[in-house]
Nanobody, 113 residues
Framework: QVQLVESGGGSVQAGGSLRLSCVVS????????MGWHRQAPGKERELVAT???????NYADFVKGRFTISRDKDKRTVYLQMNSLEPEDTAVYYC???????WGQGTQVTVSS
């Protein structure tokens, strides 16, 4: 059974940092393209960042220079380091196996001004 389990969300003030983690099990993590997406209240889910199996990364324009996606193949984990958080970053963040319908349950990030 494929599972994606996120953690690391929470509430921070503007300018703060959080690191999200997503542990993947039940599938060969080493070959998977992974991504983080987010969905704010009343808005559609949007792509935040992706990382290929060989660690090539891609970011949405609104997070470039602030967020960093990475992966640890031994821990079967993908991370999203979020710095200089803004209230507009408030959303539920989802881990995703790109190109599939496999999603995590989501973790809430709330940034206050």
């Amino acid at each position: 059974q494929v599972q994606l389990v996120e953690s690391g969300g929470g509430s921070v003030q503007a300018g703060g940092s959080l690191r999200l983690s997503c542990v993947v099990s039940g599938i060969n993590f080493r070959v998977l393209p992974m991504g983080w997406h987010r969905q704010a209240p009343g808005k559609e889910r949007e792509l935040v960042a992706t990382i290929t199996y060989d660690a090539r990364t891609n970011y949405a324009d609104f997070v470039k220079g602030r967020f960093t996606i990475s992966r640890d193949k031994d821990k079967r984990t993908v991370y999203l380091q979020m710095n200089s958080l803004e209230p507009e970053d408030t959303a539920v963040y989802y881990c995703h196996i790109e190109g599939t319908d496999r999603w995590g349950q989501g973790t809430q990030v709330t940034v206050s001004s």
